[in-house]
């Protein structure tokens, strides 16, 4: 057997190769109808990508990190927050709750998945918050600041235990906005839509500029 073969830390030439066709005609539509932002191929995406989570809408952003800091200001989070989420992620996510003004504040995860153990998500409130009676939020003892909202990652393709995270997030008043950056069509209990079963209302926005790039890029989903 060889024993030099080396095997790059991040290639991005060997995926793009076999869509190399199709990218490059998607690349001369844009350029031909000078539609770089909106249009047209934008709303199509849309369409088909919302199609393809089993959701009635979807909205292109400019990055999957502008989809996070969009979803977590629009959802409610506010200058001074804490935002409870996981150290086991790419930058991005905690960068958005520091962009957002709130404060990052982690807890471990699961062996089994690697994402968010619902049970030190409970802890952490129950251990190093007090839950304000009339508001039902929890306030950390700490700082004194409140947890506004708690972002679980669905990291490698595998969905967090929503079901878990959704009952403690609905006893504490917590805003819920999912990173599916690394999990487009992942299914939960079969599922793709129902990450949580129990959303009454969420989003899914769009990573944009790596449309060409990418293909299926970063989502989030916003739950209230
Ligand atoms: C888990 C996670 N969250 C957020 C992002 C941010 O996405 P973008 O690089 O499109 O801003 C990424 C990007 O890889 C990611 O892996």
């Not at 995926?15 to 066709?21: D, F, M, R, T």
């Not at 502008?66 to 001074?80: H, P």
């Not at 962009?99 to 990052?104: E, F, I, N, R, T």
Request: some cysteine; proline content about 4%; overall charge negative.
């Amino acid at each position: 057997m060889k024993d030099d073969i080396s095997v790059p830390f991040l290639d991005l030439i060997t995926p793009h190769k076999e869509k190399e066709e199709e990218l490059t005609k998607v690349f001369r539509g844009a350029i031909l109808t000078g539609r770089f932002i909106g249009g047209s191929m934008v709303q199509g995406f849309e369409n088909a990508f919302a199609s393809f989570c089993e959701t009635e809408h979807c909205i292109g952003v400019g990055s999957g990190t502008d989809a996070l800091r969009f979803a977590l200001i629009a959802a409610g989070v506010k200058e001074r927050d804490i935002v409870i989420t996981v150290p086991n992620t790419f930058i991005a996510t905690t960068e958005d709750i520091t962009q957002a003004g709130a404060l990052p504040r982690f807890v471990d995860i699961e062996e089994s998945s690697f994402n968010m153990d619902p049970e030190r998500l409970r802890e952490y409130i129950e251990t190093q918050c007090t839950v304000d009676e009339e508001a039902g939020m929890p306030t950390n003892l700490g700082t004194g600041r409140r947890v506004a909202a708690v972002v679980p990652v669905h990291l490698y393709g595998h969905g967090a235990d929503m079901d878990a995270i959704l009952d403690i997030a609905a006893k504490y008043n917590l805003i819920v906005v999912e990173d599916a950056c690394q999990a487009h069509g992942a299914k939960y209990f079969s599922q793709k839509k129902a990450f949580g079963n129990k959303l009454d209302q969420w989003a899914m926005l769009r990573h944009l500029a790596s449309i060409l790039e990418k293909i299926w890029a970063p989502a989030v989903r916003l739950v209230r």
